[in-house]
């Protein structure tokens, strides 16, 4: 009898079906139920991906196309990057599997559909989730203005600062280099605006 697992269709049908759960749970944390439900879909997508002929550059394009999902909740420009990430996960989803032949091995139809359906939904809930975001009021920000923390990373149009024991994007109009420390001068949604601490200002503080 053979194991339905190692159907390139039902693979790549538990692998989207693992993939968008990941990201309902990514936008709209929760109970973990969702979590739980991405972690099983994947497990058994994975049981077929390993037993079966696979384009090594399409499961590539799925795994960091995780990233500009992740990059959409932290930086600005969230639009673009949700963008890249749907379409990284359509191309690499439907040429994950091939045949002993290098052609596609899932159904086009049932690859056209599921991609379809799960793009709408990536882009529903992170639009959704997006701009929950930018409109959520958050007073501790304000509290933020004139803070001083250090560069966890380099910054200048992106990067990271760690301010009253939590880290922020942040984004600079002049290079500040990591380890440096840094002023909260202002804010752009949740990215705050800052500055490098001369020698002078330290003493001061």
Not at 19 to 40: D, H, K, M, N
Not at 75 to 80: E, H, K, T
Not at 92 to 102: A, D, V
Request: with cysteine; hydrophobic share 55%; glycine share 12%.
């Amino acid at each position: 009898m053979i194991n339905p697992l190692i159907d390139p269709n039902v693979a790549y049908f538990l692998l989207v079906v693992g993939l968008v759960l990941g990201v309902l749970a990514l936008f709209s944390p929760g109970t973990g139920i969702l979590e739980i439900g991405a972690l099983f879909a994947l497990v058994l997508a994975g049981f077929g991906i390993v037993r079966l002929s696979i384009n090594a550059w399409a499961l590539g394009l799925l795994i960091v196309g995780v990233i500009p999902f992740l990059m959409a909740l932290r930086f600005s420009r969230r639009w673009f990057y949700l963008a890249i990430a749907c379409v990284a996960f359509v191309v690499g989803s439907i040429f994950l599997f091939k045949t002993p032949e290098g052609g596609l091995a899932v159904n086009p139809l049932l690859a056209g559909i599921t991609s379809t359906i799960a793009v709408g939904l990536f882009w529903l809930v992170g639009w959704k989730g997006l701009e929950a975001i930018r409109r959520h009021p958050d007073i501790s920000m304000e509290r933020l203005m004139g803070a001083v923390g250090e560069a966890r990373t380099a910054i200048h149009r992106e990067g990271t600062v760690y301010i009253n024991g939590e880290e922020w994007s942040a984004r600079s109009d002049v290079p500040i280099p990591m380890g440096a420390k840094v002023r909260v001068i202002g804010r752009e949604g949740l990215v705050l605006i800052v500055e490098a601490l001369t020698s002078q200002s330290q003493t001061e503080l």
